[in-house]
């Protein structure tokens, strides 16, 4: 292999290359039925164009056929009068419009044959440009979608999980953070006249209470006083005169025995 076929080899390759990596589907399928469209034009121009010459020679045919017919009346006629040169006049010129209507109907038969082709094509071209049609924007639709969900892997990709985890857990402990300090300044700003009278008056009375409490213990811890003395000696004389009772009953009793 020569180094010009070779490096002509590469440099086709690479142009192919370029060309595959630069089609967009969406633009590729939007041409194409553009390119389809554009032949459907020409396929109806041809068509067209073969109906006309149809018409045409439809036209001419029956124009010869009306012609011959028109000059056999003639030789006939002449013919009727006696005149065979003229009859053979008429019937020559008969001839030559039924040799050329033959031709025609020739003719026509295949442009007939041809435009029926011709439309057939076209319906089937016609029907193929719709299906198209149909397919690519089946094709776009995935097309598209396949490219959102290629941006969004890679989006997903790009995405540091752990990453973005831990700056939640950061952005978490900072917001406690600020909760803590806003709440402590709100407490040690907040701490005012208002709240140390509060205080003082929550104070008294439990101090009051403890007073009340302390004088009577106080008095429960004082000793009985003493009573009067000649209260003392009534009752010890009292008691003495009830046991000298008793003890005398005791012995009158003895006695008895």
């Known amino acids: 292999m020569g180094l010009f076929d070779r490096l002509s080899r590469v440099v086709r ?5 370029m060309v595959s990596k630069a089609e967009d589907p969406e633009k590729v399928l939007e041409q194409a039925v553009i390119d389809m469209q554009e032949d459907l034009v020409q396929l109806r121009q041809a068509v067209a164009r073969s109906i006309a010459e ?7 045919y ?13 030789a006939k006629l002449a013919l009727s009068k006696g005149d065979e040169n003229l009859a053979r006049e008429a019937l020559t010129r008969k001839k030559s419009h039924t040799d050329t209507a033959t031709v025609l109907k020739q003719q026509l038969d295949g442009q007939v044959a041809q435009v029926d082709n011709l439309r057939k094509n076209l ?20 097309a598209t979608a396949a490219k959102a969900n290629e941006q969004l892997q890679k989006t997903l990709g790009n995405i540091d999980v752990n990453s973005a985890t831990g700056a939640f857990e950061r952005m978490e402990t900072k917001v406690l953070e600020m909760e803590a300090r806003s709440q402590a300044v709100g407490e040690l700003g907040g701490f005012g006249i208002e709240q140390q009278f509060a205080q003082l008056e929550a104070g008294s009375d439990v101090d009051d209470e403890l007073a009340m409490m302390k004088a009577q213990m106080l008095e429960g811890s ?3 006083e003493a009573l009067p003395q000649a209260s003392e000696t009534s009752s010890s004389s009292a008691s003495n005169s009830v046991v000298d009772a008793e003890l005398e009953e005791l012995r009158a009793k003895l006695k008895d025995v």
């Open 123 to 142: 319906v089937a071209l016609e029907g193929k440009i719709s299906e198209a049609k149909t397919k690519k924007n089946m094709l776009q639709a995935r």
């Open 222 to 224: 004082k000793p009985p």
């Open 62 to 74: 029956n124009q010869d056929i009306q012609e011959a017919g028109k000059w056999e009346q003639r």
């Open 13 to 17: 390759a690479n142009l192919n290359d």
């Open 54 to 60: 149809q018409k045409r020679t439809e036209q001419k």
